[in-house]
Every structure is written in structure tokens, then in C-alpha cells.
């Protein structure tokens, strides 16, 4: 099964780009989901397969997959930006098939 | 609209039971996989379980043996049924959808439901 690793935390000044990774063994060979959750909120979903981006979430969200490493990558980060995120494998071998990184706090000085 | 809103949850002492609601809207529970997630205090998401829609289950480890999913396709509402509760199930507890094709993802959440268990 998988293990997601992400960095606990990410710091970025306004304007500039934020770049947060999930890394896993392989990680390439599966589809990564990422979930924006803001304080006190339910998570959403703002990068799915990858790199695929849902209609309401600004271009500025991006994503990609290589090798051992997952990233969301956000350019020109805005204050309303800051929020905690989680990437997510969906293992169909697996027992458990539902597998969340740990989730990394994007700050915005 | 798709509309996922949860009740239950509440403040239970270790040892006891509680059950959990998630009434879906604009979608069937019955033809989706559907999910719970929890989330401690502070903590990150943690899976906790899912049913099929052919109505296969799983469960997570901290679970199995005392957490049950079920749904009911005439309410189109899914359930959570957790027993014999302790300290560390604590959380917040959200459904959610789960879709897609060879990656599933959780396209839609309720609004959580808070779970204590303290005595």
C-alpha cells in the first residue's frame, strides 16, 4: 500500500508560486487527487488525475506526476490561497484502498 | 444540485454507540460508491470506510470490528453505525462521494459531523 508524504508545511509571500509535493514509491503509475480545506470547512477537490482541474477552481491550481512525486502547484498565490492540503491515491489491490497524505498547511506571509 | 447533509454526532462516553446520517440529494446513494471520513483535532483526513455501489464494503483498521456502513436506496441516505466508541475516535466525521473510473476521488462532502467521546 501506499504511503503519501508531504511536507507539514509551506510558506509563500503573495504573487509568488507555491509548490507542494506528495511523494510515494511509484506514485506515477496512480492517479493523484488534491483537496483544498480551509478552516473550519469540509475539504474540496482542486486537482483530480493528476492534473485535470474542475471548472470552478482558478487556473492558477496546477498538477503533475513523475516517478516517486506528486505536486500541486499554485502561481501567484492570494492570501485566500492559505489553507490546508491533501493529496489522495485510490489503491483498487488494496484492502485500503483509500489512501491520504498527511496534508501540508500552505501559509501565506 | 447534489447535496450531502449530515446528522448525528454528539458528545457520547467511551464504550457507547452512536449512528451517523448522511441524506444524499441529486445523485443515488445506491448506484455511487459512497464514503466516511474522519478528521481529529488537528489532525490530517482519515479514511474510515466506503460501500459500493454493488454494496461491497471496507473499513479502515482503527475501525473494523466496531464501525458498520450501510445504506437505505429508499431514503437514498447512508449510515455509519460506530460501537463500542473510545477517546481516539474523537472527530469530526464527514460522507462523501466517491467517483471516477480507475481513480476514485471524493467529488462531493457533507458538512461534517462532530463526534466527542469522553466521559
Known amino acids: 500500500s501506499h504511503i503519501l508524504t508531504q511536507p507539514p508545511s509551506v510558506s509563500v509571500a503573495p504573487g509568488e508560486t507555491a509548490s507542494i509535493t506528495c511523494g510515494a514509491a511509484?506514485?506515477?503509475?496512480?492517479?493523484v487527487n488534491w483537496y483544498q480545506q480551509k478552516s473550519g470547512q469540509a475539504p474540496a477537490f482542486v486537482i483530480y488525475?493528476?492534473?485535470a482541474r474542475p471548472s470552478h477552481v482558478p487556473a492558477r491550481f496546477s498538477g503533475s506526476n513523475s516517478g516517486n512525486t506528486a505536486t500541486l502547484t499554485i502561481s501567484r498565490v492570494e492570501a485566500g490561497d492559505e489553507a490546508d492540503y491533501y493529496c489522495?491515491?485510490?489503491?483498487?489491490?488494496?484492502?485500503?484502498?483509500?489512501?491520504f497524505g498527511g496534508g501540508t498547511k500552505l501559509t501565506v506571509l | 444540485e447534489v447535496q450531502l447533509v449530515q446528522t448525528g454526532g454528539g458528545l457520547i462516553q467511551p464504550g457507547g454507540s452512536l449512528r451517523l446520517s448522511c441524506a444524499a440529494s441529486?445523485?443515488?446513494?445506491?448506484?455511487?460508491?459512497m464514503s466516511w471520513v474522519r478528521q481529529a483535532p488537528g489532525r490530517g483526513l482519515e479514511w474510515v470506510s466506503f460501500?459500493?455501489?454493488?454494496?461491497?464494503?471496507a473499513y479502515g483498521d482503527s475501525v473494523k470490528g466496531r464501525f458498520s456502513i450501510s445504506r437505505d436506496k429508499s431514503t437514498n441516505t447512508l449510515y455509519l453505525r460506530m460501537n463500542s466508541l473510545r477517546a481516539e475516535d474523537t472527530a469530526v466525521y464527514y460522507c462523501?462521494?466517491?467517483?471516477?473510473?480507475?481513480?476514485?476521488?471524493?467529488?462531493?462532502w457533507g458538512q461534517g459531523a462532530l463526534v466527542t467521546v469522553s466521559s
Open positions: 462523501a462521494r466517491l467517483y471516477g473510473g480507475d481513480s476514485l476521488l471524493f467529488d462531493y
Open positions: 441529486g445523485f443515488t446513494v445506491g448506484g455511487n460508491y
Open positions: 460501500i459500493s455501489g454493488e454494496g461491497k464494503t
Open positions: 511509484n506514485i506515477e503509475l496512480k492517479g
Open positions: 488525475y493528476d492534473s
Open positions: 489522495q491515491v485510490w489503491n483498487s489491490t488494496s484492502d485500503h484502498p483509500v489512501v
